[in-house]
């Protein structure tokens, strides 16, 4: 009788231990996700700043200025499902990216103390960016790798916990890396 | 000076001359020491010759033995010094001119401390060789330190156990940023595999595991921090792929930790460091190089990590 009644304790004990494990593990996902999103925001915030510093000096530009801020009034006002926001957060890369590779021509942006505080803070957000990405790939694969495999994967299915996919580097992700390396001169 | 060819030719033209009078030093100290265990071996002999008994040992013996031992000590360390100033404090002003040099000074218990790296309970805290001053951006000191935690058992016996023995780096780090991110050998994992690791993430004197993607990275060392996010903005691919190379230049055990918007850097040596020998001659080059070296290692922190990249928000 009390062989049974270990077992049937020790049974009960994983079971719990499983199910805390992964409820943790969902939840970490959730958070470093919404951690990567206040950064985004901090990264739309700079873009006002961004292009009236930038529209006096770079005439050739104006369009890709224009789209940037009505990117911003989209991203802004909020009414964004999470699919659009992330296709969104990538067209911001890849304007972002190809405007400071147009800076290159402006010398005299170049060295205007306005715009250089701008880069070391653009810099930092997308380090930021960068960082919190990564997070979020290490939370969903441990997420991912505990619902999969066994034992747990019986309780995962039993909780309805699906796979969640990471966050893929884009080509504007890709283009950015190069700009870097320009600043690195 | 960065090359071991600009060294040969500093040390033909520069050290030499100070060696071959630092030699002359050191045969000096050499004969004084022969002398001295002669005469402490002599002392009581003689002092039993005309005293009997422990009278003979106190006013004869003590005061010789006593006497020799601090005049060795005076003589030997006067040596030291002269070969601190005369050839350490050049070679370190000859790699970076910006640089300065306190042979009798080391890195402030504080900053050992507060590093986080060695969290076992030690006593002693012995150092020397203190370098310090910028590197283009980034301010660097470092010294040699040996931290030991010292007991006496319970025959009351000294006993000396080392929690930490070789060079102990500070600099100012280029990014900003808030928690605890340290950085250890990873010996759990290399032994064991991903037994090794689930270890590792019940840890709870550290703080949270961080896993990285970087698998050479993550086989040579585990990373434990307070921030899963913050911890990646310090440590992005590029700087884990410039600590992993600096390791395998140092080819020692090198811990980091990133507080308080400095890396600390502690490289373990088993023996000491830039210490001029006594019993062989000063004027190998050999010797010259391995002083080279290891000071270059150090100093060289601030390139192979590249923390002159100020493109961040910190300046």
């Known amino acids: 009788m009390m062989v049974v009644g270990i077992v049937v304790g020790v049974v009960l004990l994983s079971f719990a231990l499983m199910y805390n494990g992964l409820v943790r593990k969902k939840n970490q996902v959730e958070n470093v996700f919404a951690s990567m999103d206040a950064m985004l925001k901090k990264r739309t915030d700079l873009i006002p700043n961004l292009v009236s510093t930038v529209q006096q000096y770079m005439q050739h530009e104006r369009e890709t200025l224009n789209e940037l801020t009505e990117m911003r009034a989209k991203a802004v006002s909020g009414q964004l499902s999470a699919d659009e926001k992330i296709a969104l957060q990538n067209q911001f890369s890849k304007a972002l990216g190809g405007i400071m590779v147009a800076v290159e021509n402006y010398p005299d942006l170049k060295a205007d103390q306005n715009f250089i505080h701008l880069q070391s803070s653009l810099n930092e957000v997308e380090e930021q960016i960068s960082a919190a990405r990564r997070a979020y790939n290490a939370a969903v694969?441990?997420?991912?790798?505990?619902?999969?495999?066994?034992?747990?994967?019986?309780?995962?299915?039993?909780?309805?916990y699906q796979?969640?996919?990471?966050?893929?580097?884009?080509?504007?992700?890709?283009?950015?890396?190069?700009?870097?390396?320009l600043f690195n001169q | 000076m960065k090359t071991i060819e600009e060294l040969k030719a500093y040390y033909e033209t520069d050290l030499l001359p100070t060696l071959r009078v630092l030699d002359r030093d050191r045969k000096k100290n050499v004969y004084r020491l022969f002398l001295g265990i002669l005469?402490?071996?002599?002392?009581?002999?003689?002092?039993?010759?005309?005293?009997?008994?422990?009278?003979?040992?106190?006013?004869?013996?003590?005061?010789?033995?006593?006497g020799v031992i601090i005049y060795l000590a005076i003589s030997i360390g006067s040596y030291k010094k002269s070969f601190k100033v005369g050839i350490i404090e050049q070679i370190v002003r000859a790699i970076d001119p910006n640089l300065s040099y306190n042979a009798s000074k080391a890195v402030d218990k504080a900053h050992f401390k507060h590093?986080?790296?060695?969290?076992?309970?030690?006593?002693?805290?012995?150092?020397?060789?203190?370098?310090?001053?910028?590197?283009?951006?980034?301010?660097?000191?470092?010294?040699?330190?040996?931290v030991q935690h010292v007991s006496t058992d319970s025959e009351g016996r000294r006993r000396a156990s080392t929690v930490f023995r070789g060079l102990f780096l500070v600099a100012d780090f280029n990014k900003s940023f808030k928690g605890?991110?340290?950085?250890?050998?990873?010996?759990?994992?290399?032994?064991?595999?991903?037994?090794?690791?689930?270890?590792?993430s019940w840890n709870v004197t550290r703080g949270e595991l961080i896993k990285m993607e970087d698998v050479a990275f993550e086989k040579e060392f585990v990373v434990y921090g307070d921030d899963q996010i913050e911890a990646r903005y310090i440590l992005s691919t590029s700087l884990m792929e410039r600590i992993l190379a600096y390791k395998k230049k140092s080819n020692r055990p090198v811990r980091l930790s990133f507080i308080g918007?400095?890396?600390?850097?502690?490289?373990?040596?088993?023996?000491?460091?830039?210490?001029?020998?006594?019993?062989?001659?000063?004027?190998?080059?050999?010797?010259?190089?391995?002083?080279?070296?290891?000071?270059?290692?150090?100093?060289?922190?601030?390139?192979?990590?590249?923390?002159?990249t100020r493109i961040w928000t910190k300046d």
């Open chain 2, 115 to 146: 590093s986080e790296l060695f969290k076992n309970s030690w006593n002693e805290y012995k150092g020397d060789d203190y370098v310090q001053g910028m590197v283009g951006k980034t301010s660097l000191e470092f010294s040699e330190l040996h």
């Open chain 2, 261 to 308: 918007n400095n890396v600390h850097v502690a490289i373990s040596y088993k023996k000491s460091l830039f210490e001029p020998r006594l019993f062989r001659s000063l004027l190998s080059f050999k010797p010259i190089q391995e002083y080279f070296e290891d000071l270059s290692l150090a100093i060289d922190l601030v390139e192979d990590l590249n923390l002159n």
């Open chain 2, 39 to 66: 005469l402490s071996v002599t002392a009581p002999i003689i002092a039993l010759y005309f005293f009997f008994g422990p009278v003979g040992l106190m006013v004869i013996c003590f005061p010789v033995w006593i």
């Open chain 1, 163 to 181: 796979r969640k996919n990471v966050f893929e580097i884009s080509e504007a992700e890709r283009q950015n890396v190069d700009v870097k390396g």
């Open chain 2, 180 to 200: 605890k991110t340290v950085v250890l050998p990873d010996t759990a994992e290399k032994l064991l595999g991903s037994i090794g690791s689930m270890l590792q």
């Open chain 1, 141 to 160: 694969t441990s997420y991912n790798n505990a619902i999969e495999v066994l034992p747990t994967n019986i309780l995962a299915s039993m909780m309805n």
